[in-house]
């Protein structure tokens, strides 16, 4: 029996050199650092997938010349790979080569398609896995291992009740909903708002920037809200009110010409009875002092001129608030 083995134990150290050649030769050493640039597009996601669905991902290598990348040591289609004796469940059903030759190195476009082929009951992790390309340089052969990628296989069905919180897998992501709808509606109210905005500051600015803001009666309400409020602040007023209305007859207008100004001016056609009253405060400021006026004429001069204002601009001063 002791002599039995120790026969075995001389052949199995006979055995060693021969095993270590072996697997020295099935395992060649790791191509030097720099020598190949790796990009890989993997899938958008990590979760989902379920039994016969195709994952695919495509690999970007760049090899510097003189290494050459060896055809066949890449993946093999329907290739079972295992991992600690066990089948990964996950197999290779296409893949497609193409190169780009260059001064300095070889572009290789590798696109690689897996098949899932394993299923539970429960969520279970799975990877595509680790492939090891070979190339070579001046009859030295190197490797080179294009990483795994994992990611989680759901199962067909679910049995038993499933609390979402405690069944938050890191491979998830976060649940996003969709604000597409929302953010095009928020983009419409500011625009809605932004015209709103332009339309108040046209009607109400005092500046002449924009178009139709630098006529006779919109220059002449500035004035007004610089004049004193006195009686030569009063008549200031008038004297102001009057040359911009005749700025824009193009010629003196005076009570008994108004029909003619409104028709050669129709958009005043709505403070015809206001253009009336205008020369009766006129008349009562330079010619009747002692006469009855009215309560508040400066303040009453300036809505006159801001409607008119309204007018020249287009707008309809009655649905103008009082100034």
Not at 128 to 142: C, H, M, N, S, T
Not at 195 to 222: E, N, S
Not at 256 to 264: E, G, K, N, S, V
Not at 283 to 291: D, G, I, K, T
Request: proline share 6%.
């Amino acid at each position: 029996m002791k002599m039995r083995t120790s026969l075995l134990a001389l052949c199995m150290l006979a055995l060693m050199p021969l095993t270590q050649a072996i697997a020295e030769e099935e395992m060649p050493p790791n191509v030097e650092d720099g020598i190949v640039t790796i990009q890989i597009a993997e899938p958008t996601h990590k979760v989902g997938y379920s039994v016969g669905d195709i994952l695919e991902r495509e690999v970007t290598l760049e090899v510097k010349k003189p290494y050459k990348l060896i055809d066949s040591s890449l993946p093999i289609v329907g290739y079972e790979k295992r991992y600690k004796g066990q089948t990964l469940g996950v197999d290779l059903s296409s893949i497609s080569h193409t190169k780009d030759e260059g001064k300095d190195s070889t572009t290789h476009h590798i696109k690689l398609a897996y098949q899932v082929f394993t299923n539970n009951v429960v969520a279970k992790h799975a990877s595509l896995p680790a492939e090891y390309i070979r190339l070579i340089k001046d009859g030295k052969v190197a490797q080179y291992r294009i990483p795994s990628w994992d990611f989680v296989v759901s199962p067909l069905s679910i049995f038993g009740a499933i609390k979402v919180e405690s069944d938050m897998s890191p491979y998830r992501g976060p649940l996003l909903l969709d604000a597409s709808q929302h953010k095009l509606r928020l983009q419409v109210l500011v625009g809605v708002i932004a015209v709103c905005l332009l339309g108040l500051l046209y009607i109400l600015g005092k500046y002449t920037w924009l178009p139709r803001m630098g006529g006779p009666f919109a220059k002449a309400y500035r004035d007004l809200r610089k004049y004193p409020k006195n009686q030569e602040g009063l008549q200031q007023a008038v004297s102001r009110l009057h040359l911009a209305l005749n700025t824009t007859a193009g010629q003196s207008v005076f009570s008994d010409t108004l029909d003619q100004f409104i028709a050669h001016k129709p958009k005043f056609r709505t403070v015809r009875g206001e253009l009336d009253q205008f020369f009766q405060v006129s008349r009562q400021v330079f010619f009747e002092p002692n006469a009855a006026q009215i309560a508040d004429p400066q303040g009453w001069l300036k809505q006159f001129c801001r409607h008119c204002r309204d007018c020249e601009r287009g707008l309809k001063p009655d649905a103008m608030k009082s100034a």
